[in-house]
């Protein structure tokens, strides 16, 4: 069995488990955390529809939003891209994230999931296409009230679960989180 398919029987598992109503939005969160060369599997199973009718099969919904090309969309749309494009220096804040890129994905985010319910499984896939322009966590952090389902982060990266913390494409220093973690 492919590590792709794998996760998707973890996530079916878990999904098949009753969804408390009671439970924050941090922990409505579920990472799919895989090795990066796992990236085109995953996403073969997502753009065949495999995953949505998989979770459709338990009787819930699927929504999902791609971030793979939100920083260049958002870019096209900025009124002052193209000087931010000479003096790239000026899109970054002090904590490392380029500045206005989080409203944006909050916005985009909170529009995807405007019609979902708490039976909802909301995707947020191509989390990799934030790496070095936005912290992850910051953003599902910002968005885990507004989704009011469950949020499943495909999240190519590791999970060191001694320390319950995930590091983007294994680069960057992990973050303590309270989501449930789905890994091969």
């Not at 958002?74 to 931010?84: Q, S």
């Not at 190519?156 to 960057?172: M, V, W």
Request: charged share 20%.
């Amino acid at each position: 069995m492919s590590y792709a398919q794998t996760i998707l029987d973890k996530l079916k598992t878990h999904l098949a488990l009753p969804w408390p109503a009671n439970v924050s939005g941090q922990e409505r969160v579920l990472m799919a955390v895989y090795p990066p060369s796992e990236e085109r599997r995953i996403r073969r199973l997502i753009d065949s529809g495999e995953f949505a009718a998989e979770i459709r099969a338990l009787h819930h919904g699927w929504s999902s939003l791609d971030l793979s090309t939100a920083f260049s969309q958002w870019l096209a749309a900025h009124e002052n891209g193209e000087r931010l494009l000479q003096r790239p220096s000026r899109l970054w804040d002090d904590k490392g994230n380029v500045k206005g890129l989080e409203d944006y994905l909050v916005e985009r985010i909170t529009q995807a999931a405007a019609n979902d319910d708490a039976n909802t499984v909301f995707a947020l896939v191509g989390c990799g296409g934030l790496f070095g322009l936005f912290s992850v966590s910051q953003l599902i952090g910002r968005v885990c009230e507004k989704v009011p389902g469950r949020i499943v982060a495909f999240f190519p990266g590791e999970h060191d679960a001694e320390h319950n913390s995930y590091r983007l494409l294994g680069a960057k220093d992990g973050w303590g989180y309270l989501a449930t973690t789905i890994t091969a």
